[in-house]
C-alpha cells in the first residue's frame, strides 16, 4: 500500500491535528532528531481562517503570542491582533515548523497494537503504525450546553419573574421562538433575537409552539443578593 507522505507506513511519533499544538510538538520532535508525522483532516491552522468571524481579534496583547521558535515580532506589541493578521502570523510559523505532514487525510479510528507495542492509525488514506500517538485535535469538537441553556419546553412559562438591582443580562435566543415579558411590555422572540436587559427591569420568559433555547450572559455580581425572584409575577391575563 502507497502512502502519501514518503511512502512510509510507521513513525515514531503520529501527530493527529495540524494546529497550533501540533505543530509545536513538531518543532520539539524536529528539534530532538524524532521521526514523526503530522495527520490534517484539511489544511494546517485551518480553523483559524474558516472558523473565525470577520472581525475576530485577540484578547490577550500581542506580545504574548509565543509559540516555539515563533514569537511576535510586529511593531504593537500591546496591541491585539485581527483575523487576517493572526493569520499572516500562523502562516510564518508553518513556514517555520516545516512540518511531515499529510493534509486533506482523516484519521478513522486509533487502536493499541499490544502485541507488537504500537499503535495503528486507521486513516482514509490508508494504515500507519506509531510507537506513540499524540492527539492535537482540539477540545471542542463536542459543544457543552450549561444547564442556563436548555430549552424550555413549548408552551411553557417560567413560574417565576426576576430582576437585578445592579447586574446587566445579555440574552441570545439560540433555537425556537416565544415571549418575554420586560416590566409591563411583552415581546416576540424568535431565533437569534439578542436581547439587552438593564438592572431594575423584571423579565419573565414563555416558550412558542416550537420551545425555545435561551443563552444568557451577565457580568459577575458586585455585590450579594443583587437578584429578586417574584414567583407568578407573568400571571394569565396579562
Known sequence: MSHPYGGRSHYSVVIVGGGQAGLSLSHCLQQRGIDHLVIEKRSLVHTWRTQRWDSFCLVTPNWQCQL??????????????????????????????????IEGVTVERVSRDG???????????????????????GGYHRPIVPRLAEKLPAGVRTPFGH?????????????????IKLDDEVHDLRQWDILRIGPGVMRNLE????????????????????????????????
Open 115 to 137: 502485541e507488537r507495542e504500537r499503535f495503528n492509525v486507521q486513516t482514509d488514506a490508508g494504515l500507519y503504525t506509531a510507537d506513540q500517538v499524540v492527539v492535537a485535535s
Open 207 to 238: 416558550a412558542g409552539s416550537d420551545g425555545i433555547t435561551l443563552i444568557a450572559f451577565g457580568a459577575p455580581l458586585g455585590e450579594e443578593n443583587d437578584g429578586e425572584i417574584v414567583p407568578g409575577w407573568w400571571s394569565d391575563g396579562e
Open 68 to 101: 516555539p521558535g515563533w514569537s511576535y515580532l510586529g511593531s504593537d506589541p500591546h496591541g491585539f491582533m485581527v483575523k487576517d493578521q493572526i493569520n499572516e502570523w500562523l502562516a510564518g510559523f508553518v513556514d517555520h515548523v516545516k512540518a511531515p505532514a
Open 163 to 179: 430582576t437585578h438591582s445592579q447586574q446587566e443580562e445579555i440574552y441570545v435566543i439560540a433555537e425556537g421562538s416565544g415571549r
